[in-house]
């Protein structure tokens, strides 16, 4: 829905079938306002185009009633607590002023119409002090600035302009409130900050608009705050908050309260100058102005122009964000992120997650490394130093903004040119990219304007990815909150694969730079490995909450032959760990829009389609492969990394009992060389069946999911699985050894009630696979119905990100409010 551009309509929000009993014209600056009364419902309304945006959200969160109507006029009348209900306004019964009971109800209307008008008043009021400071500000901005000026200014990149005589956000963490008192944080204004977050989204509109633009926050501000806190709300209106702005910036989680703890630096290292702060960070340029000198001349940091902004000549109106209230800023680090960089099933996470919790209405950022000159990026500006293993490094910025994410690259020469080896290198190489990594990243957040916002490190979560970036955790305690900096920003660990650690000798906690006190967090004893060095053993410890990627891994995990040496550190961290199942991305990999199906013979097809679209893309893979083309043999496959994990070695021990059967094979994968090379000798040796493709081929992964009737995943452990997610999505029915996620996804067939998506079996083991086989192809061939059963079941699940993305918002919040 649009609101007209023209000037703002008068015509009041529709009552359905009631009519205004009485209507007054008021105006805010050059804004009409109608106010109208209802007296069949006691209800007041205070309408103009904008009043009705406002209306329209608050009636979507009140499950579209009139109430929402009626609480709007709560807030601006500021009396709600003295009302029968909250978020009804029943006026005629009350007396505005006293709060008592008026028995003229006439009155009582025209004692609220006199009320709005003061409030109204006081809008008016507050937009002129908007104007001034607008005012001010381009001239500030147009004025040549020395640097003291210039560091103030950067330091305003979070958007925190003052509006004079408005609070501001000090250095204590308090609030100046409107009469130049100030609010501690409280848990009252917490509360307020809350619903200040959870104001709707509005998209970016042309500057010549801005008035109405004022109005429309401040009427969102107004409302989102609660009855007995309107007054106190109104005066923690900042600028940034009806500054205009890109519409992902004006995201409630934008909209922060709490100080960006940067400006704290100094103040609180003082403070605590026994705690160990490394040089980089005590170094001032290391946390100075976000605008840097580029190539010797001042640069601009970025703005991003967002394509849509330019087109919109008038208010989007959106509905309140998913999230409501728990609107955060959400910043997942991550060493790998599709589509720029992918190894495995992080890559589709780190890709795709950030896109469902922006549609839930957090303001969400990826950071990754840039291993290639990608397209599309922009370079920031932004340099900063940090030092790593004794070397001070150059970092710089780079930036995109993708379906509501922004995606920011870190780059440095010690990434480039390793997309195809993004974990290669000898021990120290890998140690040195990822603790270079994780202390660039999390300062992200102060230093890299996303949109021309930074993010600030207020209501801010840090969601990092296996134990490449598990230091992140350690860093955000020991650098930042252990110095009373950060303070509000927590940290998440996501075990995606507890078998690769980042372990070491002890040694190498001199090569991260922590205080040493941090030791006993790394020093780990197993078996195996001896006394040695566990990265990920101290993210796990130092995050604030852990999540991994199914139920059933979150149970193994805690066993010794599942933990992997950390069963020990699992079990004790229990109570912050919580197993979600990851999702999909629906549209890279949905048949009926996924790009790779739409050349060579492949076709789109959907469940309305699969009887014919999916047998094409078998004959265009077989076709493809060199396989005879035949419809009524079962197309059977396997995509994995070639190694110990994945199992191929079992699928290795059932090949001559496959080939013995009327079937064919393609296997896709890279990994262990002796395993490649066994996929190399299958095919040659049986040329009319299998194929064996080395390599790692994301057009390929795709074409064999829509192509083949069965998939293979015989994996010893897998903590989630992605490719029987997406074989089923494409009704490609999965076999697989249940254990982990696959477990908890494949629900075993059931021919007796048709139910179930595919074969499990019970250990990783060539005859159970065989077992499972067999029965499989069985119904292939002799239970037609059954077979589409199955399809059409796994094609109607819901599996995209958009459930996950609701779990990890309850583990964002319950780190929100952890200590
Ligand atoms: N040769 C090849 N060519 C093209 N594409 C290929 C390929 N080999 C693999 N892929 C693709 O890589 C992804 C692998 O996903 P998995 O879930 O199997 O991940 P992986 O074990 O890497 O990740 C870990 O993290 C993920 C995410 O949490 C967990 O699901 C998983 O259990 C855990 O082991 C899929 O998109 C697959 O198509």
């Given amino acids: 829905m649009r609101a007209s551009s023209g000037s703002p309509s008068i015509s009041g929000p529709s009552l359905g079938f009631l009519l205004p009993l009485r209507r007054e014209m008021v105006s805010v600056g050059s ?44 807030k601006m009348v500021g009396r709600s607590g003295k009302w029968p209900t909250p978020l009804r306004a029943r006026a005629a019964t009350s007396d505005l002023n006293s709060g008592q009971r008026s028995d003229d109800p006439d009155e009582a209307i025209q004692a609220t119409i006199e009320k709005s008008k003061k409030v109204l008043a006081m809008q008016q009021q507050l937009l002129e002090q908007i104007a001034e400071r607008r005012k001010l500000v381009s001239s500030i901005k147009g004025t040549s600035l020395d640097s003291k000026e210039e560091q103030n200014s950067n330091e305003q990149m979070d958007g925190s302009f003052p509006i004079p005589g408005f609070p501001s956000c000090n ?10 008192s100030s609010l501690p944080v409280s848990n009252d204004n917490l509360d307020v900050r809350k619903q200040l977050d959870a104001v709707p989204t509005f998209s970016s509109r042309p500057s010549d608009k801005n008035d109405e633009k004022q109005v429309v926050d401040l009427k969102k501000i107004i409302s989102s705050a609660g009855p007995k806190d309107q007054l106190k709300s109104i005066s923690k209106i900042k600028y940034s908050d009806v500054l205009p702005d890109r519409k992902d910036q004006l995201k409630g989680s934008s909209k922060k309260i709490l100080p960006d703890s940067k400006h704290q630096l100094k103040g609180s290292s003082k403070k605590k100058s026994s705690d160990f702060v490394p040089a980089f960070l005590a170094s001032k340029s290391s946390y100075s ?18 394509s849509d902004a330019a087109e919109s000549e008038s208010v989007d109106v959106k509905p309140s964000p998913l999230a409501g209230v728990n609107v955060m800023n959400v910043i997942i680090v991550a060493a790998e992120c599709a589509p720029w960089s992918k190894t495995g099933g992080l890559g589709d996470v780190a890709g795709s997650l950030p896109k469902a919790l922006a549609r839930r209405g957090h303001r969400v950022m990826v950071i990754v490394p840039r291993y290639a000159n990608y397209a599309g990026l922009q370079d920031t500006g932004v340099r900063k130093r940090y030092k790593v293993d004794g070397q001070d490094l150059e970092v710089a910025f780079f930036q995109t903004y993708v379906d509501g994410v922004d995606f920011v690259f870190i780059d440095n020469n010690m990434f480039h040119h390793r997309e195809q080896n993004i974990y290669g290198g000898d021990h120290q190489d890998i140690l040195k990219r990822m603790t270079f990594f994780c202390k660039a990243a999390v300062e992200v957040p102060w230093h890299v304007p996303c949109g021309g916002v930074c993010y600030g490190d207020g209501n801010l979560v840090f969601v990092a990815n296996d134990w490449h970036t598990a230091m992140l955790p350690v860093y955000l305690k020991a650098y930042y909150r252990d110095n009373g900096l950060m303070i509000f920003t927590r940290s998440i660990l996501v075990i995606h694969n507890i078998a690769h650690q980042g372990r070491g000798p002890v040694d190498d906690f001199h090569r991260v730079d922590l205080p040493e006190h941090y030791m006993d967090l790394f020093k780990m004893y197993d078996p195996v490995g001896g006394e040695h060095f566990n990265i990920f053993a101290a993210g796990l410890k130092a995050a604030d909450r852990v999540v991994t990627v199914s139920h059933g891994y979150a149970w193994e995990l805690k066993t010794i032959e599942g933990g992997w040496g950390l069963h020990g550190i699992i079990n004790e961290i229990d109570w912050k760990m919580t197993g979600i199942v990851n999702g999909i991305d629906s549209k890279e990999w949905s048949p009926q829009y996924d790009i790779h199906l739409t050349s060579d013979g492949y076709t ?30 079962p197309l059977i496959g396997f995509i994995g990394r070639l190694d110990h994990q994945k199992g191929v070695d079992i699928i290795a021990e059932a090949i001559p009992w496959m080939v013995g059967q009327d079937v064919q094979l393609v296997l896709l994968g890279t990994g262990r060389q002796d395993l490649e090379q066994m996929l190399r000798d299958f095919e040659n040796q049986h040329r009319d069946k299998v194929r064996g493709w080395v390599g790692f081929s994301v057009k390929m992964a795709h ?80 239970y037609k119905k059954s077979w589409e059963g199955l399809q059409r079941r796994g094609m109607t699940q819901d599996l995209s990100w958009d459930h996950a993305a609701e779990r990890y918002e309850e583990v964002l919040v319950a780190a929100k409010y952890q200590w």
């Fill in 171 to 180: 250095d204590e963490g308090t609030v100046d409130s409107l009469n130049g």
């Fill in 604 to 633: 789109n097809y959907s469940i309305e389609t699969l009887q014919t679209g999916k047998p094409q893309c078998k004959a265009a893979l077989q076709k493809e492969l060199g396989l005879p083309v035949r419809e009524d043999v």
């Fill in 703 to 782: 074409r064999i999911t829509a192509g083949i009737d069965i998939l293979l995943m015989p994996s010893r452990f897998e903590p989630c699985g992605l490719n029987q997610l997406y074989a089923m999505n494409y009704g490609t029915i999965p076999v697989v050894h249940s254990v982990g996620g696959l477990r908890d996804t494949v629900i075993p067939f059931d021919p007796f009630n048709e139910s179930g998506f595919g074969w499990t079996f019970d250990s990783a083991e060539a005859n159970k696979l065989v077992h499972a086989l067999g029965n499989c192809l069985l119904t292939y061939r002799q």
């Fill in 289 to 306: 102005a976000v605008k840097e000198e580029k190539n010797g001349q001042p640069s601009e940091p970025t703005l991003k122009v967002d």
């Fill in 31 to 74: 804004l009409p306002f109608t106010i109208e009364a209802y007296t069949e419902t006691s209800m007041i309304v205070l309408s103009n185009t904008y009043h009705r945006t406002v209306s329209s959200s608050l009636k979507q969160q009140n499950q579209r009633s009139a109430e929402g109507v009626g609480f709007l006029v709560d």
